[in-house]
């Protein structure tokens, strides 16, 4: 699994949220893994290869770069 160690921060309106938090609980899923795989999809939809940061160690990955 990747490592979660940044934050994305975004705007979205009240109603949506609500809805798009009820369907996540719905489906036992929380709203965090529901993007990730959005951003994943997207990402490989467009051809953009990443970093998994599957890494034990933060530090030795950064290192790398």
Known sequence: MEKKTAR???LI???KKRAF???CAAQDLT???VVRQMI???LR????????GTDSNPRA?????
């Open 31 to 33: 709203p965090s893994q």
């Open 45 to 52: 939809d467009h051809g953009v290869e990443y970093e998994t």
């Open 13 to 15: 309106d009240p109603h």
């Open 61 to 65: 990955s950064m290192e790398r770069k």
């Open 8 to 10: 994305l921060t975004l």
């Open 40 to 42: 994943r999809e997207y």
């Open 21 to 23: 938090e009820q369907l």
